[in-house]
C-alpha cells in the first residue's frame, strides 16, 4: 500500500441520509448523529495534520430521495470525502434496524474500497453500534487502531422505554436490541477508544455494559458551529413570523420551543400534555414543536406518524388551536432562526428525551441566548454543569417539567442570567476547532502506542506477500465432511481444479498442520497452495509450508491463552483435548452432549478475566476458544485483502458451526448436502448455497450454481 503523508482518517457512519447538506430531521435516523459526523469530519479536515478523511456510508438510489445518497462519492468544501457503498437493496432507503443482516456485505465493501484506493487508513472511527459491528471487524481484518462512538445506547434506550410503559419483547422485535448491544459489547471490547460525550454517558450508560470495565474511555463533547447559531442582537422581530402565523393567534408571546424528530424517546407527549394541562402556560406561551419533514401524515414511517397523530389528538383533546405550531418543513437555514426568535420573545427551549446521550439542540440553544428546560438523564447534566442556563428535569414527571418552564419562563432576571451565562459558557467550553486538537491528540497517542508494539514485534515479522500471483481466484474448503468423504467426487474436483490453473486451492480446517498433511496426503489430495489451520489461527503457503507471521502478529492482540485454561479449567461438561491438537492461538476442548456449557456462559468466564477471546462450537461435541481475531472466515479476508483479490472470486466450503463465518457477505459461500443443523440458520443469507449433492459433490454443485470463476466477472 502506497504511504501518505499526514494521518488519513477514515469514518463509518451507516445509516441515515448523509451528504454535504444534510436533510436533518427528514426520518427518524436522520438528526442529531449526521450532523454531528460532518461537523466533525469537517473540524478535522481543517486541521492541518490531517491529510485524508474519508466517511463511508451505505449507498442507495431510491426515488422517493434525493438522488446524491445514489452517487458514490461526493467531495466537501473542507476536501473530506463521503464514499457510499451498497448493502442491501440498491433501490431502496432502509431504516438502521433494517440494516442488521447487510452489514457483512458492507465490510467486503469497505475492504474493496481500500485495497482500490492503494492507501492504508491510520485509524477507523465507527458511528453508532451498527457501524461499530463493521468497524470491529475491519479492525480486525487489517490490524487499525478502531475508535468509537456511540451517540446513543442500546441497553440504555431499553430501559427507559420499558420505564415508560413498552413490554420488552415488542421493543426487541422492533429495534433488534439484542444484535445491537452484542455489537456494543464487542466493541467495548476491542476498541482502542471510546470517545464519549459526558461523564455521566461513562458512568451511568455505558456502566450498563460487562465490557465496560475493559474499555477506554476518552470524554470528548462535541462543539457547535458559532458561525449558524448566535444571538438576535439587535432584532426585534423574526423572519419567521409569517408561516407562525398559520398556527399561532399571538406569535409574539415567549414560545416554549422544542427541535427533535417525531420519535417516542424524544417524549414529546409528555411535553405537550405539560403545556395543556397548566392554565398558566396556556395562556402565557406558545408551544412550537419543530419535527422534521413531512408533506402527507400517511406517507411518514409508523413510528414517526403515531407520535404526530398522538399530539394532534392531544391539541384537539384540550383545543389547543391558535397556541401550538407544528411547522411541516423548514430550510437548513430556519433552524438557527428558530433559536432566535425564541431568543427575541424571552422563551425557552426544552428537550424533554427519555434520554439524550449528549444534547447538541442544547448547545445550539446556549449560543443563540436562549435558556433551557432539559432531561436530567444523559449529557444535559454536564452542559448545563458548564453553561449554567436551565434547569433539569425528570422527563417522565410533568409537574416537575412544568415548574421548571414557569421559572425559567416568568422569572424576567432568572432568564437573563441564564441567556447570559449559556453563550459565555458555550464559548469557553465548546466548540468545533477545541473538539478536532483534543481528538488528534487522542490519534497520536494511540499511533504512539501502536508504533511500539510494531517494534516489539518486528523480528517476527514478515514483509507483505504477494502470494500466488497468478491466480484471480480462490476456493477454499474444509476438510471433515466437505471435501473428503466421497472418493468419486473428490478425484472430480481435484480434475476441475487441474482444468482451471488460475483458480487457487486452499483449505481450511480445524486440525493442525501435521494433521492437515496427514489426512491430505491419505486421500491423495495434491498440497494446497494455503492452509488455513487450527480454525483460522494458523496460515500456511505453498509446498515449503511458510506461516504468514503478520498473520500470527495480528492475532496477538489481547490475547491470553493460559488465562483462556484457567477460566475454564473447572467447568462442568468441558474436557481439554489432547496437547497435539492444541495451538499457541487455540485451546480446544471435547464438550459432554449430556451437559453441554452454554456459549454465553463460557464468553462470560472469560469476559471476567478480562480476555478477548470467542468461543466456536462443531458438531455439538467440539469447542474452540480463539484469539478475538482469529477464525477462518478473517483468515480469508486477511488473505483476499493482500492477494488483491476481489471477495467475489473468493468460493468457500463447509459443513458445520466452525465454518459458518467463511460464509456471507460477497463472498461465495457453500454449504455441503450433508451439514450439522447447526447451519441451518443460514438459511436465506446473501450468497449462502445449501448444495442438496454431499461432500465433494456439493462444492461441485456449488461451483456450477456460481459459474465460479466465470461468475467474479459478471
Same mark, same amino acid.
Given at each position: 500500500m502506497a504511504d501518505h503523508q499526514g494521518l488519513y482518517i477514515l469514518m463509518l457512519s451507516i445509516h441515515g441520509r448523509i451528504c454535504g447538506t444534510p436533510e436533518l430531521g427528514i426520518d427518524a435516523d436522520t438528526g442529531g448523529q449526521v450532523g454531528y459526523v460532518l461537523d466533525e469530519m469537517q473540524a478535522l479536515a481543517r486541521d492541518p495534520r490531517v491529510s485524508r478523511i474519508d466517511l463511508l456510508t451505505r449507498r442507495f438510489d431510491d426515488s422517493d430521495t434525493n438522488p446524491i445518497y445514489g452517487a458514490p462519492r461526493e467531495l466537501l468544501e473542507s476536501g473530506a470525502r463521503i464514499i457510499r457503498l451498497p448493502a442491501g437493496p440498491a433501490h431502496k432507503y432502509l431504516q438502521k434496524e433494517r440494516l442488521w443482516d447487510y452489514l457483512d456485505t458492507f465490510v467486503d465493501g469497505a475492504l474493496h474500497f481500500i485495497r482500490s484506493e492503494d492507501c492504508i487508513p491510520d485509524v477507523i472511527h465507527s458511528h453508532y453500534a451498527d457501524a461499530g459491528y463493521v468497524g470491529v471487524r475491519l479492525s480486525r481484518?487489517?490490524?487499525?487502531?478502531?475508535?468509537?462512538? &456511540?451517540?446513543?445506547?442500546?441497553?440504555?434506550?431499553?430501559?427507559?422505554?420499558?420505564?415508560? &410503559?413498552?413490554?420488552?419483547?415488542? $421493543?426487541?422485535?422492533?429495534?433488534?436490541?439484542?444484535?445491537?448491544?452484542?455489537?456494543?459489547?464487542?466493541?467495548?471490547?476491542?476498541?482502542?477508544?471510546?470517545?464519549?460525550?459526558?461523564?455521566?454517558?461513562?458512568?451511568?450508560?455505558?456502566?450498563?455494559?460487562?465490557?465496560?470495565?475493559?474499555? /477506554?474511555?476518552? $470524554?470528548?463533547?462535541?462543539?457547535?458551529?458559532?458561525?449558524?447559531?448566535?444571538?438576535?442582537?439587535?432584532?426585534?422581530?423574526?423572519?419567521?413570523?409569517?408561516?407562525?402565523?398559520?398556527?399561532?393567534?399571538?406569535?409574539?408571546?415567549?414560545?416554549?420551543?422544542? $427541535?427533535? @424528530?417525531?420519535?417516542?424517546?424524544?417524549?414529546?407527549?409528555?411535553?405537550?400534555?405539560?403545556?395543556?394541562?397548566?392554565?398558566?402556560?396556556?395562556?402565557?406561551?406558545?408551544?412550537?414543536?419543530?419535527?422534521?419533514?413531512?408533506?402527507?401524515?400517511?406517507?411518514?414511517?409508523?413510528?414517526?406518524?403515531?407520535?404526530?397523530?398522538?399530539?394532534?389528538?392531544?391539541?384537539?383533546?384540550?383545543?389547543?388551536?391558535?397556541?401550538?405550531?407544528?411547522?411541516? /418543513?423548514?430550510?437548513?437555514?430556519?433552524?438557527?432562526?428558530?433559536?432566535?426568535?425564541?431568543?427575541?420573545?424571552?422563551?425557552?427551549?426544552?428537550?424533554?428525551?427519555?434520554?439524550?446521550?449528549?444534547?447538541?439542540?442544547?448547545?445550539?440553544?446556549?449560543?443563540?441566548?436562549?435558556?433551557?428546560?432539559?432531561?436530567?438523564?444523559?449529557?444535559?447534566?454536564?452542559?448545563?454543569?458548564?453553561?449554567?442556563?436551565?434547569?433539569?428535569?425528570?422527563?417522565?414527571?410533568?409537574?416537575?417539567?412544568?415548574?421548571?418552564?414557569?421559572?425559567?419562563?416568568?422569572?424576567?432576571?432568572?432568564?437573563?442570567?441564564?441567556?447570559?451565562?449559556?453563550?459565555?459558557?458555550?464559548?469557553?467550553?465548546?466548540?468545533?476547532?477545541?473538539?478536532?486538537?483534543?481528538?488528534?491528540?487522542?490519534?497520536?497517542?494511540?499511533?504512539?502506542?501502536? @508504533?511500539?508494539?510494531?517494534r516489539r514485534e518486528s523480528a517476527a515479522r514478515q514483509g507483505v506477500r504477494r502470494a500466488l500471483p497468478t491466480a484471480d481466484h480462490l476456493l477454499i474448503s474444509d476438510i471433515d465432511n466437505t471435501l473428503i468423504g466421497d472418493p468419486a467426487g473428490l478425484a472430480t474436483l481435484m480434475e476441475w481444479l487441474r482444468e482451471h490453473p488460475r483458480v487457487a486451492f486452499g483449505v481450511a480446517t480445524g486440525r493442525n498442520l501435521k494433521q492437515t498433511m496427514e489426512i491430505l496426503a491419505a486421500h491423495q489430495v495434491p498440497r494446497p497452495d494455503i492452509c488455513i489451520t487450527d480454525v483460522g489461527t494458523r496460515i500456511i503457503y505453498g509446498s515449503k509450508l511458510r506461516e504468514d507471521q503478520d498473520w500470527a502478529a495480528h492475532l496477538h492482540y489481547r490475547w491470553w491463552r493460559d488465562g483462556v485454561l484457567q477460566a475454564l479449567a473447572r467447568v462442568p461438561g468441558l474436557r481439554l483435548q489432547e496437547k497435539f491438537t492444541q495451538g499457541a492461538f487455540k485451546v480446544s476442548y471435547y464438550v459432554d452432549p449430556k451437559r453441554p456449557p452454554t456459549a454465553k456462559d463460557l464468553q462470560q468466564r472469560l469476559r471476567e478475566r478480562q480476555i478477548a477471546a470467542h468461543v466456536v462450537l462443531s458438531h455439538n461435541c467440539f469447542l474452540d476458544v480463539l484469539p478475538i481475531r482469529a477464525s477462518k472466515g478473517h483468515a480469508i479476508r486477511f488473505l483476499a485483502f493482500r492477494w488483491g483479490l476481489p471477495l467475489h472470486a473468493v468460493l468457500t466450503a463447509g459443513d458445520s458451526g466452525n465454518d459458518a463465518d467463511m460464509m456471507g457477505g460477497e463472498i461465495c459461500g457453500v454449504i455441503v448436502g450433508n451439514h450439522s443443523p447447526e447451519l441451518h440458520g443460514l438459511k436465506d443469507k446473501h450468497h449462502i448455497y445449501f448444495a442438496s449433492a454431499h461432500h465433494a459433490w456439493g462444492i461441485l454443485e456449488g461451483i456450477q450454481h456460481y459459474r465460479f470463476p466465470g461468475q467474479a466477472h459478471a
Open positions: 481484518l487489517l490490524g487499525i487502531p478502531l475508535m468509537h462512538t &456511540g451517540h446513543s445506547l442500546g441497553r440504555d434506550k431499553r430501559e427507559r422505554l420499558i420505564a415508560a &410503559g413498552r413490554k420488552a419483547e415488542s $421493543i426487541d422485535r422492533q429495534f433488534h436490541f439484542p444484535r445491537r448491544i452484542a455489537a456494543e459489547e464487542s466493541v467495548l471490547s476491542e476498541a482502542s477508544v471510546v470517545l464519549a460525550s459526558t461523564r455521566q454517558e461513562v458512568d451511568e450508560q455505558y456502566g450498563l455494559y460487562e465490557n465496560a470495565v475493559r474499555a /477506554h474511555f476518552k $470524554i470528548l463533547p462535541p462543539g457547535v458551529d458559532l458561525r449558524r447559531f448566535s444571538r438576535p442582537g439587535r432584532q426585534r422581530s423574526s423572519p419567521l413570523l409569517p408561516g407562525l402565523r398559520h398556527f399561532l393567534e399571538a406569535p409574539r408571546k415567549p414560545p416554549i420551543l422544542a $427541535i427533535a @424528530r417525531p420519535d417516542e424517546r424524544k417524549n414529546f407527549q409528555r411535553l405537550i400534555e405539560a403545556y395543556a394541562t397548566d392554565p398558566v402556560l396556556r395562556e402565557q406561551a406558545n408551544l412550537v414543536l419543530v419535527m422534521g419533514q413531512r408533506d402527507r401524515l400517511g406517507q411518514l414511517p409508523h413510528g414517526a406518524k403515531r407520535v404526530i397523530q398522538s399530539i394532534l389528538h392531544t391539541v384537539d383533546d384540550y383545543d389547543l388551536y391558535g397556541r401550538v405550531a407544528l411547522p411541516k /418543513h423548514h430550510e437548513p437555514e430556519d433552524i438557527p432562526e428558530y433559536y432566535r426568535y425564541s431568543a427575541i420573545y424571552k422563551g425557552v427551549f426544552v428537550n424533554p428525551a427519555l434520554t439524550e446521550p449528549f444534547g447538541l439542540t442544547l448547545l445550539e440553544a446556549a449560543a443563540s441566548g436562549l435558556p433551557v428546560v432539559a432531561t436530567r438523564h444523559g449529557g444535559p447534566q454536564d452542559i448545563i454543569r458548564y453553561c449554567r442556563n436551565g434547569i433539569l428535569v425528570d422527563p417522565l414527571n410533568i409537574g416537575e417539567m412544568q415548574d421548571a418552564l414557569r421559572q425559567m419562563l416568568f422569572d424576567r432576571q432568572r432568564w437573563q442570567r441564564a441567556s447570559r451565562a449559556g453563550l459565555l459558557g458555550v464559548r469557553r467550553v465548546y466548540s468545533w476547532e477545541a473538539h478536532a486538537r483534543r481528538y488528534l491528540a487522542e490519534v497520536e497517542r494511540i499511533l504512539r502506542r501502536q @508504533r511500539k508494539q510494531l
